[in-house]
T-cell receptor
Framework: KQEVTQIPAALSVPEGENLVLNCSFT??????LQWFRQDPGKGLTSLLL?????REQTSGRLNASLDKSSGRSTLYIAASQPGDSATYLC??????????FGQGTRLTINP | NAGVTQTPKFQVLKTGQSMTLQCAQD?????MYWYRQDPGMGLRLIYY???????DKGEVPNGYNVSRLNKREFSLRLESAAPSQTSVYFC????????????FGEGSRLTVL
């Protein structure tokens, strides 16, 4: 059974810092991995999608990498801003379980 | 540019009552999903529909039924609500159940007393 883990559960950094969020998964037989952002009381917003054949994807200040063999993905946020404060979730897609989510990392950017 | 639309956004039920959550997407997606999100449990798949005319159970289907009314609409029904079904429910859709990018609605907050 696929399991997805995100560490740390919470992270607080000063504005302007570069930071990395981690996601690990137990079964490397995936179709893709997706990073989402969730603001309090809101739905999930898709940030980046990495197909299994890709190693990374970039969107603005965000860069996500995927290493299927080691079961890891990272989300790099450059020059963090207070507006980046949210919960970030990763999810892997593949097999009978379809999309499996991690528990998320709650990120706080302090002005 | 609506994307995935869910109704209602909030609902309070008494134990034993029934209700239906509605979901519609305007992105011409083939696959649709219902998730519930609970503190400490994360997001769990209730049911999904890989394509129009098909539905399948997810991780936590007990107590729920679904209907894929057409390509755009996918509803979730609680026949006899229980306090354990108090949760935030999310509908999502994508182009392909295996490889597509998932898009979510804003959620429906359900409280069962």
């Amino acid at each position: 059974k696929q399991e997805v883990t995100q560490i740390p559960a919470a992270l607080s950094v000063p504005e302007g810092e570069n930071l990395v969020l981690n996601c690990s998964f137990t079964d490397s037989a995936i179709y893709n991995l997706q990073w989402f952002r969730q603001d309090p009381g809101k739905g999930l917003t898709s940030l980046l999608l990495i197909q299994s054949s890709q190693r990374e994807q970039t969107s603005g200040r965000l860069n996500a990498s995927l290493d299927k063999s080691s079961g890891r993905s990272t989300l790099y946020i450059a020059a963090s801003q207070p507006g980046d404060s949210a919960t970030y979730l990763c999810a892997v897609k593949g097999g009978a379980q379809k999309l499996v989510f991690g528990q998320g990392t709650r990120l706080t950017i302090n002005p | 540019n609506a994307g995935v639309t869910q109704t209602p956004k909030f609902q309070v039920l008494k134990t034993g009552q029934s209700m239906t959550l509605q979901c519609a997407q305007d992105m011409n997606h083939n696959s649709m999903y219902w998730y519930r999100q609970d503190p400490g449990m994360g997001l769990r798949l209730i049911y999904y529909s890989a394509s129009e005319g098909t539905t399948d159970k997810g991780e936590v289907p007990n107590g729920y039924n679904v209907s894929r009314l057409n390509k755009r609409e996918f509803s979730l029904r609680l026949e006899s609500a229980a306090p354990s079904q108090t949760s935030v429910y999310f509908c999502a859709s994508d182009t392909n159940v295996d490889t597509g990018e998932l898009f979510f609605g804003e959620g429906s907050r359900l409280t069962v007393l």
